[in-house]
Nanobody
Framework: QVQLVESGGGLVQPGGSLRLSCAASRSIFSINAMGWYRQAPGKQRELVAAITRGGSTNYGDSVKRRFTISRDNAKNTVYLQMNSLNPEDTAVYYC?????????????WGQGTQVTVSS
C-alpha cells in the first residue's frame, strides 16, 4: 500500500558521486526497513544498503565506506549517497520497503533508476 518512486540516477564518470532519492506515497515512519538494491545486467539483485525505522543501517560489502543511506521521514523519502563510484556500480537501483521477518507482511518495490558509471 505504498508506492515507491526512485530518481537521481544517470551517467557519471568513475570517481564521481550521485545521490538517489526514493519518494514514498505515504509516511515511511512506521515501515520496518527501507533499502536500496541493485541489479546489473546478467547479475542477481543484491542488497546495497538498508535502514530500519530505528535508524540502524546495513550495507553490502562492496559499497561500505562509499555509500550512505539515510531517510527523511518528514519528506517520506529515503536517500542513497553514492561516492567514489566505479564501473562495477553500474546497475538499476531499486528502492524497497519491507516488514520484519523472513516472509514480511509487506514488501514493496519501486521501478528502479539506472546508474551508469563510465568514462
Amino acid at each position: 500500500q505504498v508506492q515507491l518512486v526512485e530518481s537521481g540516477g544517470g551517467l557519471v564518470q568513475p570517481g564521481g558521486s550521485l545521490r538517489l532519492s526514493c519518494a514514498a506515497s505515504r509516511s515511511i515512519f512506521s515501515i520496518n526497513a527501507m533499502g536500496w538494491y541493485r541489479q546489473a545486467p546478467g547479475k542477481q539483485r543484491e542488497l546495497v544498503a538498508a535502514i530500519t525505522r530505528g535508524g540502524s543501517t546495513n550495507y553490502g560489502d562492496s559499497v561500505k565506506r562509499r555509500f550512505t543511506i539515510s531517510r527523511d521521514n518528514a519528506k517520506n523519502t529515503v536517500y542513497l549517497q553514492m561516492n567514489s563510484l566505479n564501473p562495477e556500480d553500474t546497475a538499476v537501483y531499486y528502492c524497497n520497503a519491507r516488514g520484519p521477518g523472513r516472509v514480511p507482511a509487506y514488501d514493496y518495490w519501486g521501478q528502479g533508476t539506472q546508474v551508469t558509471v563510465s568514462s
